[in-house]
C-alpha cells in the first residue's frame, strides 16, 4: 500500500537507483542520493517531533528545494514553498495565516527573511547534521495516513489576504496516477521545468517524474528571455516534455525562433494555466507537426487539472483550443444557476468531485465552505464538490468548452459577454502580439488592451467590427508597451485593471 | 544611443543604464523586460530585431545593445 509519495519515490528509487532524478543549475542528483538527501532533512526535522505543522520552505528553484519538500513530508509534516523573489509583506501575510513552525532556507536566501526571522525557527539546509534516523522515520511513515497534508499552495485571493490550498498525500497520488497514464509519462520521460514550485502546474511534472524514474531539468528562469539559448538548452539535454504556461511557449513563438532552431528531441508539449492563444500554437504546430499537444485545464483546487484535450485535429487562428474531458477518476458536472445540470450548448458553472479535491482553504472555514460544498444534484449522502468559478458549456461533439471566469463574465448593454470570446477574436488578427479585455464596471465599458508593433487603434476597431457582435466591440481601445505578468507567468489581469481605474 | 537610453529608463525605471554592465547576469532585467525591450526597439529603430542576436551578452549593457541595432541597421 502506498500513502505517500516518497513511498512512490522509493520504490522507483529501487528500479533506478543511479539514474539522474533531476538536474538543476548547478548539480545533478541521482535518485538514490535524492532519497537520501531527502531523509536527512526528514531526519533532522523529526527531532522536534512535529506531527502535522507547517514548515515554510524558502529556497531558489534547486535540488535542494526538492529535496526539502519530500524531507518535510518524512518529518510527517506539511509544506508550503514560498516565493523568495516576493515582497517581505506578502511572506508576512501568508506567514500570519501559515504560522510555520520553521523555515528551511539556506545562507544564500536567509537574509531576505530578515525581517521575519525573529519569529520564526530557521533551519539551515547548509547546516544539516548527516545522519538518517531510520527507526524514527518508519515510526513517522507508520503514522501519517493518506488524508493528511501534504503541503499548502497559496494563492492570491480576491479581498488581498491570501488562500492557502490544503492538498493531501492521496489527492496528489490520484491525481499524479491520472497524469502520468493520460500523458504517457515512464523512465524514458526528460522533463524540461519551467512553472515554479510554489505554483501547482508544478506539482505534475516534478511528482511524475519522482514515480515513474523520470529526469526533470530545472530551466533556469533566463532562458525564458532568450528563445534560442533556450531550445538549445532542450536540445542539449535531450528534454521531450514540457509542461509549460502559454505565455513560455508564445514567447519562442512570437520571436520567430522555431525559424532558426528546432528542439529536436521534443515530443509532447503540455501547457496549462490560462488559455493557449491558437495563433501562436499554429506557429508551433506548423514547425512541429508531428508532436503530442495537449490542454489541460484545471485549479489547484483539484491538485492541477480536472479536464484534458489532446489536440487531434487543425484549427484556424481564431478559434478556441477546447478544454475537452474530465480526467479519469475525476467527474465534472456542469450546473446552472437554478442547481440543474446543464444541456449540450447550455452554459453552466463547472464543479469537480473525487479523489483530486483540496481538502479546503487552511485556517478559512468560510472560504472553503463557500466552495466546497454538498454536491446540489445528490441529495441522499454526503458528498463535497468543488465550485471552480469558471463558466463552461459541452459543445456538439462532447467537448467542455471554457468561456470564462464566472467573475470576467460580464453584462453589458443587457447582454452576458465572455470577455476570453473578445481576447480571443483580437488575438487571432494579424500584427497583434497579445491582448487583455477588462471591464470597467463603473463606465460601463470594454477595454481592450493591446500590444503590437505596427497596428493603430483605429485598426483594431475596425477589424473587432467584422468579427465580433456590436455589443461586444469594445469602447475604448489601449495600445500598450508592456503586458505585465504576475510571478507564475500569467497575464496580470488585476494589475492592468487596477492601474486603468487609477488613471481615471 | 540617447534614444536607447530613454527607451531602457521607461521600462525599467532606477537603473543606471550608462553605467550598468551586467544586467542580465545580475537579473536587473527579466524574461518579459526583453519581449518589451525589443519590440519597443523594432519600433523606434524602425528594425525587425532577428532572434539570432537576443541573446544575454547583448543585452547585459546599454553599449552591447547598441552596438548590435547599428549591426542590424547597416546589415
Known amino acids: 500500500m502506498y500513502k505517500t509519495i516518497f513511498e512512490l519515490l522509493e520504490k522507483a528509487t529501487k528500479k533506478h537507483k543511479d539514474k539522474i532524478a533531476f538536474k538543476d543549475p548547478s548539480r545533478e542528483i541521482t535518485y538514490q542520493d535524492f532519497v537520501k538527501e531527502s531523509k536527512i532533512i526528514g531526519t533532522n526535522l523529526s527531532k522536534n517531533n512535529w506531527f502535522n505543522k507547517p514548515i515554510a520552505i524558502f529556497l531558489d528553484k534547486s535540488i535542494n528545494c526538492l529535496t526539502s519538500m519530500i524531507g518535510v513530508n518524512y518529518s510527517g509534516n506539511f509544506y508550503t514553498v514560498i516565493d523568495n523573489k516576493m515582497p517581505t509583506d506578502r511572506i508576512k501575510n501568508i506567514f500570519d495565516t501559515l504560522e510555520p513552525v520553521c523555515v528551511i532556507t539556506d545562507l544564500k536566501n536567509k537574509n531576505k527573511l530578515k525581517d521575519l526571522t525573529n519569529n520564526y525557527k530557521i533551519i539551515l539546509i547548509d547546516n544539516l547534521t548527516n545522519e538518517i534516523d531510520q527507526p524514527k522515520l518508519d515510526e513517522i511513515k507508520n503514522r501519517i495516513i493518506d488524508t493528511d497534508p501534504m503541503y499548502i499552495l497559496f494563492t492570491s485571493g480576491s479581498t488581498g489576504i491570501p488562500k492557502g490550498t490544503i492538498l493531501n498525500h492521496r489527492a496528489v497520488i490520484t491525481y499524479i496516477s491520472w497524469f502520468i497514464e493520460a500523458m504517457g509519462i515512464n523512465e524514458k520521460t526528460i522533463f524540461g521545468s519551467q512553472t515554479p514550485f510554489y505554483f501547482s502546474m508544478s506539482v505534475s511534472d516534478v511528482f511524475a517524474t519522482m514515480v515513474t524514474g523520470a529526469t526533470l531539468n530545472i530551466i533556469p528562469k533566463m532562458l525564458f528571455s532568450f528563445p534560442v539559448k533556450l531550445i538549445e538548452f532542450l536540445n542539449e539535454n535531450k528534454i521531450n516534455t514540457i509542461y509549460w504556461v502559454p505565455s513560455a511557449l508564445c514567447i519562442i513563438a512570437n520571436f520567430k525562433a522555431l525559424d532558426v532552431i528546432l528542439p529536436k528531441y521534443l515530443k509532447k508539449i503540455l501547457f496549462a494555466g490560462e488559455v493557449m492563444p491558437m495563433k501562436q500554437l499554429n506557429i508551433w504546430r506548423k514547425k512541429l507537426p508531428n508532436i503530442m499537444y495537449a490542454n489541460l485545464f484545471g485549479p489547484t483546487e483539484t491538485t492541477d487539472i480536472c479536464s484534458y484535450y489532446v489536440v487531434n485535429k487543425d484549427f484556424l487562428d481564431h478559434e478556441t483550443l477546447p478544454i475537452g474531458k474530465h480526467c479519469d477518476n475525476c467527474d465534472l458536472l456542469i450546473v446552472k444557476e437554478d442547481n440543474t445540470l446543464a444541456n449540450i450548448n447550455e452554459e453552466g458553472e463547472l464543479l469537480v468531485r473525487g479523489s483530486f479535491l483540496s481538502s479546503g482553504y487552511y485556517k478559512n472555514p468560510d472560504k472553503t465552505k463557500e466552495v466546497f460544498i454538498q454536491n446540489p444534484i445528490n441529495n441522499s449522502y454526503p458528498e463535497i464538490v468543488y465550485k471552480t468559478g469558471d463558466i463552461v458549456k459541452i459543445n456538439d461533439q462532447g467537448e467542455i468548452i471554457y468561456l470564462s471566469r464566472k467573475d470576467f463574465q460580464i453584462k453589458h448593454m443587457g447582454y452576458r459577454i465572455e470577455l476570453g470570446e473578445i481576447e480571443s477574436a483580437i488575438n487571432a488578427l494579424p500584427n497583434i502580439d497579445t491582448c487583455v479585455c477588462i471591464y470597467d464596471t463603473k463606465n460601463s465599458k470594454i477595454v481592450l488592451f493591446y500590444k503590437a508593433k505596427d497596428i493603430k487603434k483605429e485598426e483594431v476597431l475596425k477589424q473587432a467590427k467584422n468579427k465580433l457582435p456590436q455589443y461586444m466591440w469594445p469602447n475604448e481601445i489601449i495600445k500598450i508597451d508592456k503586458i505585465p505578468y504576475n510571478s507564475n507567468g500569467k497575464i496580470d489581469r488585476k494589475k492592468l485593471k487596477n492601474n486603468y481605474e487609477e488613471e481615471l | ?75
Open chain 2, 1 to 75: 544611443m540617447k534614444q536607447l537610453i530613454e527607451i531602457l529608463e521607461n521600462i525599467k525605471p532606477g537603473v543606471d543604464f550608462k553605467k550598468e554592465k551586467h544586467l542580465i547576469d545580475d537579473e536587473i532585467i527579466d524574461s518579459f523586460d526583453i519581449v518589451t525591450i525589443v519590440s519597443q526597439i523594432n519600433e523606434e529603430f524602425d528594425i525587425d530585431f532577428p532572434v539570432t542576436e537576443i541573446m544575454p551578452e547583448n543585452f547585459n549593457s546599454a553599449e552591447a545593445l547598441y552596438k548590435v541595432i547599428t549591426k542590424i541597421i547597416n546589415d
